[in-house]
Nanobody, 120 residues
Framework: QLQLVESGGGLVQPGGSLRLSCAASGIMFRITTMGWYRQAPGKQRELVAVITSDGSTNYADSVKGRFTISMDNAKNTVYLQMDSLKSEDTAVYYC??????????????WGQGTLVTVSS
């Protein structure tokens, strides 16, 4: 049905930038929304940003103005450009996709997670 492959995580200094990518692949599916969530140690998973197939976006207040989510519909890939990173951004980032399978079933898929560490 659908698989998500994430990339782009790593170690970056405060104030630096990273770009996360998440590519969806499979058959008989159509993406409706894709987003990024994160989970820091000892914290609950939280929404970072989400984008719909028509391009509308929403951001967590903590990242607005610093992060930008975008989607390449032709490649079924979502990106998260993270600028002005802070130590508080350190977390495992998870890609999420809501999709229509076989034109009738609305399903959800999560990526495996990619670690972002912001430290000097």
């Amino acid at each position: 049905q659908l698989q998500l492959v994430e990339s782009g995580g790593g170690l970056v200094q405060p104030g630096g930038s990273l770009r996360l990518s998440c590519a969806a692949s499979g058959i008989m599916f159509r993406i409706t929304t894709m987003g990024w969530y994160r989970q820091a140690p000892g914290k609950q998973r939280e929404l970072v940003a989400v984008i719909t197939s028509d391009g509308s976006t929403n951001y967590a207040d903590s990242v607005k103005g610093r992060f930008t989510i975008s989607m390449d519909n032709a490649k079924n890939t979502v990106y998260l450009q993270m600028d002005s990173l802070k130590s508080e951004d350190t977390a495992v980032y998870y890609c999420n996709a809501n999709y229509l399978y076989r034109s009738t079933q609305f399903l959800v898929r999560w990526g495996q997670g990619t670690l972002v560490t912001v430290s000097s």
